[in-house]
């Protein structure tokens, strides 16, 4: 089977697989120009609620196919920020699901995620000092925001690789999961992702990204969703709210 991100919807979960299993999950130009229309279709889709990436087996994601990169390797470049952002822009939560390598475009699109859990054993890495290539503005602000000045120039100067452990305590992952429960620990967060407002989700996606000039939109949203009212009689009832509110894609 050729290189592909494979997708499926599930109990309005969206999981999307990179799977490239001849190079520990690398992505090749035609998977990076794949990732932008893919996203659209499942942000346009009522039914998805969250979206978990996830790479086939036991590696997340290598990078980018170095094969890519003879070329152009600034088209390389421009189609990895492309999906970057994309995902970054998806406007229902994400979540990577990380087992072995994250390195390089691995690193990139996990980190363009709002949350990342890794299973013990996993490794990260930010790897265009090893290669002689500039990493983008956009990604090196992305990976400051999450880890901090510091810990950003420790990737990116050396390219070493860190574990999770180390990830863990950067702010590069979110949770760390013994060997085996990493599956049964995203299942059981998107679960509860998908029960909550997505209003909320929306709104604090925004503000948590600096997003800014949508303050009166979102105060008109609340003011007209009925999600904080049903919210509150949930709470009072002591029932599950039916939250209504949806997101427009």
């Given at each position: 089977?050729?290189?592909q991100?494979?997708?499926?919807?599930?109990?309005?979960?969206?999981?999307?697989?990179?799977?490239?299993?001849?190079?520990?999950?690398?992505?090749?130009?035609?998977?990076?120009?794949?990732?932008?229309?893919?996203?659209?279709?499942?942000?346009?889709?009522?039914d998805?609620?969250?979206?978990?990436?996830?790479?086939?087996?036991?590696?997340?994601?290598?990078?980018?196919?170095?094969?890519?990169?003879?070329?152009?390797?600034?088209?390389?470049?421009?189609?990895?920020?492309?999906?970057?952002?994309?995902?970054?822009?998806?406007?229902?939560?994400?979540?990577a699901?990380?087992?072995?390598?994250?390195?390089?475009?691995?690193?990139?699109?996990?980190?363009?995620?709002?949350?990342?859990?890794?299973?013990?054993?996993?490794?990260?890495?930010?790897?265009?000092?090893?290669?002689?290539?500039?990493?983008?503005?956009?990604?090196?602000?992305?990976?400051?925001?999450?880890v901090?000045?510091?810990?950003a120039?420790?990737?990116?100067?050396?390219?070493?690789?860190?574990?999770?452990?180390?990830?863990?305590?950067?702010?590069?992952?979110?949770?760390?999961?013994?060997?085996?429960?990493?599956?049964?620990?995203?299942?059981?967060?998107?679960?509860?992702?998908?029960?909550?407002?997505?209003?909320?989700?929306?709104?604090?996606?925004?503000?948590?990204?600096?997003?800014?000039?949508?303050?009166?939109?979102?105060?008109e949203?609340?003011?007209?969703?009925?999600?904080?009212?049903?919210?509150?009689?949930?709470?009072?009832?002591?029932?599950?709210?039916?939250?209504?509110?949806?997101?427009?894609?």
């Amino acid at each position: 089977m050729e290189p592909q991100l494979q997708h499926g919807v599930t109990d309005s979960v969206a999981t999307v697989v990179i799977r490239h299993p001849a190079k520990r999950n690398a992505m090749t130009a035609a998977m990076w120009r794949s990732l932008p229309p893919l996203l659209d279709t499942l942000a346009a889709d009522p039914d998805v609620r969250a979206l978990v990436l996830a790479g086939e087996g036991e590696t997340f994601c290598a990078g980018a196919d170095i094969s890519t990169l003879r070329e152009s390797p600034e088209e390389a470049q421009g189609l990895a920020v492309a999906a970057e952002e994309a995902l970054a822009a998806f406007p229902k939560p994400t979540l990577a699901a990380i087992r072995g390598h994250c390195v390089g475009g691995g690193a990139q699109l996990a980190a363009a995620c709002d949350l990342r859990f890794a299973e013990e054993g996993a490794l990260f890495g930010v790897t265009p000092a090893k290669l002689g290539i500039v990493y983008p503005a956009s990604s090196t602000r992305r990976l400051v925001a999450l880890v901090g000045p510091s810990a950003a120039k420790y990737l990116l100067f050396s390219g070493e690789l860190i574990d999770a452990e180390r990830a863990l305590r950067t702010g590069l992952v979110d949770e760390v999961l013994p060997e085996g429960e990493l599956d049964k620990r995203v299942a059981e967060f998107t679960r509860i992702l998908v029960s909550r407002s997505q209003l909320t989700q929306a709104a604090a996606k925004e503000f948590a990204n600096g997003l800014t000039g949508r303050d009166d939109h979102w105060v008109e949203q609340a003011r007209g969703s009925g999600d904080t009212a049903e919210g509150v009689a949930a709470f009072l009832e002591r029932r599950q709210p039916r939250f209504t509110w949806r997101t427009s894609g």
